[in-house]
């Protein structure tokens, strides 16, 4: 399976301000996702990142709020606007890898606090 | 669109009993149906998956059974070890949802000594 790293691991952040998450693999994978897990809940899928094209969003989930990048098969990014409280949660990225059409890995996830 | 149950909630056994954490799913047409095992701070781990063509699956002490016209599928843990403590998740994928999957609400699963 890919390597997945995310960066920050943590954050601690101010109402108003903004936090861009980074993901990166150590191989070409075919899908990028993003969720977010509030706490003691479940996984909510935020968007499916696209190479080279703007993401897909969920129901609930808007690009003025969480913009994506993905500029390439192996990075990509979240950004977490205009924060509040309620955006504090655990932000993952997953990935489908080449080798498995279906099965979904997690990266380590990032523990955002808003303040 | 498809909706994945999951219970119990919580679910506490002693060390060397089994456990069992059962989910539904509401769309017939969904195909694969992995389970994932958090840790307190980490992100989910995959540990076994099933697919709609296939209607039990092993791995050492997990198993995982499947019931396409019940639309349920259960995890099954033998000989428990403390190290199995942590949050489980079930998820089931839609045929035509390009790798999409939706979780289940998770189980808290504590071994007692």
């Known amino acids: 399976s890919a390597v997945i790293s995310q960066k920050p691991s943590r954050d601690i952040c101010q109402r108003g301000t903004s936090l861009t998450i980074q993901c990166q693999v150590d191989s070409q994978v075919t899908m990028m996702f993003w969720y977010r897990q509030q706490p003691g809940q479940s996984l909510t899928l935020i968007a499916t990142a696209n190479q080279g094209s703007e993401a897909t969003y969920e129901s609930g989930f808007v690009i003025d709020k969480f913009p994506i990048s993905r500029p390439n098969l192996t990075f990509s990014t979240l950004t977490v606007s205009n924060m509040s409280p309620e955006d504090s949660s655990i932000y993952l990225c997953?990935?489908?890898?080449?080798?498995?059409?279906?099965?979904?890995?997690f990266g380590p996830g990032t523990r955002l606090t808003v303040l | 669109g498809e909706n994945v149950e999951q219970h119990p909630s919580t679910l506490s056994v002693q060390e060397g009993d089994s456990a069992v954490i059962k989910c539904t799913y509401s769309d017939s047409a969904s195909n694969y149906f992995p389970w994932y095992k958090q840790e307190l701070g980490k992100g989910p781990q995959l540990i076994i998956d099933?697919?709609?063509?296939?209607g039990e699956k092993k791995d050492q002490r997990i198993a995982v059974t499947l019931n396409k016209t019940a639309k349920h599928f259960s995890l099954h843990i033998t000989e428990t070890q403390p190290e199995d403590s942590a949050v489980y998740f079930c998820?089931?994928?839609?045929?035509?949802?390009?790798?999409?999957?939706?979780f289940g609400s998770g189980t808290r699963l504590s071994i007692r000594p």
């Open positions: 099933i697919r709609s063509n296939v």
């Open positions: 998820a089931a994928r839609l045929y035509s949802s390009a790798s999409k999957i939706i």
């Open positions: 997953s990935v489908v890898w080449d080798r498995g059409p279906d099965t979904q890995y």
